[in-house]
């Protein structure tokens, strides 16, 4: 079955530091990967996707994220992070089943940033 | 530009009472979802549609039905609440033919007592 991984419910960095959030996903065909992040009280919102191509996507607000097929992972980067970037981050693929588009989101990963 | 929007934003329901939860969108997307979000838990798909008058049971349909009458409503109904729906609730929309990303609502919290 297909599937999405975080292996971090949460993490904590440093105002500056740099960030890499962990995805796995486990999908038989070529996966459409999706980064979300949620803010306090509000919806989803993309930060990035990879669809085909460069595996180094770019993202909204500095965000980065790296497709490596070898080991099922599109990890998510930024250099220096800002107050600002506390928020909860999802990974999802999209797969096309029964005619239609689904998306399977991970269980999210909490960012917590310290001044 | 409103894109998404779901009313209620709050709500609290007593076992057995009923309540429909709306979704409204004003892009012209095919494609509407219900998602639950549960503490560790992530999103989980409740019922889709892919256009008006279709809908689709999604990973945790029971409990809950959904009607597209109209293409840019999607109305989620619960007809006897239970403490186990005590829940964020998230719509989203997307468009059929590039379907690159999902527009979501800011979200319904429900708790049932």
């Known amino acids: 079955a297909q599937s999405v991984t975080q292996p971090d419910i949460h993490i904590t960095v440093s105002e500056g530091a740099s960030l890499e959030l962990r995805c796995n996903y486990s999908y038989g065909a070529t996966p459409y990967l999706f980064w979300y992040v949620q803010s306090p009280g509000q919806g989803l919102q993309l930060l990035l996707k990879y669809f085909s191509g460069d595996t180094l996507v770019q993202g909204i607000k500095g965000f980065e994220a790296e497709f490596k097929r070898s080991q099922s992972s599109f990890n998510l980067r930024k250099p220096s992070v800002h107050w600002s970037d506390a928020a909860e981050y999802f990974c999802?693929?999209?797969?096309?089943?029964?005619?239609?588009?689904?998306?399977?989101f991970g269980t999210g990963t909490r960012l917590k940033v310290l001044a | 530009n409103a894109g998404v929007t779901q009313t209620p934003k709050f709500r609290v329901l007593k076992t057995g009472q009923s309540m429909t939860l709306l979704c409204a969108q004003d892009?012209?997307?095919?494609?509407m979802y219900w998602y639950r979000q549960d503490p560790g838990m992530g999103l989980r798909l409740i019922h889709y549609?892919?256009?008006?008058?279709?809908?689709a049971k999604g990973e945790v349909p029971d409990g809950y039905n959904v009607s597209r009458l109209k293409k840019q409503n999607f109305l989620l109904g619960l007809e006897s609440a239970a403490p186990s729906q005590t829940s964020v609730y998230f719509c989203?929309?997307?468009?059929?033919?590039?379907?690159?990303?999902?527009?979501f609502g800011s979200g319904t919290q429900l708790s049932v007592l």
């Open positions: 892009m012209n997307h095919e494609y």
């Open positions: 549609s892919v256009g008006e008058g279709t809908t």
């Open positions: 999802a693929v999209r797969r096309f089943t029964s005619g239609t588009y689904k998306y399977i």
């Open positions: 989203a929309s997307s468009q059929f033919l590039t379907n690159e990303k999902l527009f």
